[in-house]
């Protein structure tokens, strides 16, 4: 079945360590997303990519970093710049250019501080 | 700038109850609006849409109406089922060049036997 694949689910990371998650999807979205979700704060995006070899910075990009060298991925890296990176967070894609088309979400990587 | 706010929950029914989320937004233009479901430990899921004033968007008994001169998207359903336990979240989609979500904090709702 066609869908994204987050991985891994839990990660943990060392204070000043750069962590990679990742998010593949086989839907053939031109649209990426990354959101990051905090307890009573819903969802916050991070960077987007509209097309391969092309992204844009979200509202909370500041410690982030992503590529889109293929069409089917987009890793996040948290960098140690990100001083407070426990959290859950959530790739998704969609159609590129298609308003009112759904977003379609992996099932999320947690995140946490060793 | 564009904006969703929801009631805070938890809403706590009994199988069988009457359920209403309350969601308004803010948003320059007219935004489409969303309502996404998550499950524990899962992403989010589509519930329903609409994209226009006094659309009624429905899904598995799930339905919200558009209501523009309130700036509301109330999720409403009749009769919840102990399965639909899941934080609920109201969403617009801004009038930008790309689908851009702007999310409310989400409701929990709990659903007893």
């Known amino acids: 079945d066609g869908g994204i694949t987050q991985s891994p689910k839990y990660l943990f990371r060392k204070e000043g360590q750069n962590v990679t998650l990742s998010c593949e999807q086989n839907?053939?979205?031109?649209?990426m997303y990354w959101y990051r979700q905090d307890p009573g704060q819903g969802l916050r995006l991070i960077y987007y990519?509209?097309?391969?070899?092309?992204?844009q910075k979200g509202d909370i990009a500041e410690g982030y970093s992503v590529s889109r060298e293929k069409k089917e991925s987009f890793p996040l890296t948290v960098t140690s710049a990100q001083k407070n990176p426990t959290a859950f967070y959530l790739c998704?894609?969609?159609?590129?250019?298609?308003?009112?088309?759904?977003?379609?979400f992996g099932d999320g990587t947690r995140l946490s501080i060793l | 700038g564009d904006s969703v706010t929801q009631m805070e929950g938890p809403v706590t029914l009994s199988e069988e109850a009457f359920l209403t989320i309350n969601c308004t937004y803010t948003?320059?233009?007219?935004?489409?609006l969303f309502w996404y479901v998550q499950y524990p430990g899962e992403g989010l899921q589509l519930l329903l849409k609409?994209?226009?004033?006094?659309d009624k968007g429905s899904n598995k008994g799930f339905e919200a109406t558009y209501r523009k001169e309130t700036t509301s998207f109330h999720l409403e359903k009749g009769s919840v089922q102990v399965s639909d336990s899941a934080v609920y979240f109201c969403?617009?989609?801004?009038?930008?060049?790309?689908?851009?979500?702007?999310f409310g904090t989400g409701t929990r709702l709990l659903v007893s036997p």
């Open positions: 990519s509209q097309i391969v070899n092309d992204f």
């Open positions: 609409a994209t226009k004033a006094d």
């Open positions: 998704a894609s969609s159609l590129q250019g298609a308003r009112n088309q759904p977003q379609h």
């Open positions: 839907l053939n979205h031109d649209a």
């Open positions: 948003a320059t233009g007219y935004p489409s």
């Open positions: 969403a617009l989609e801004m009038n930008t060049g790309f689908q851009k979500l702007v």
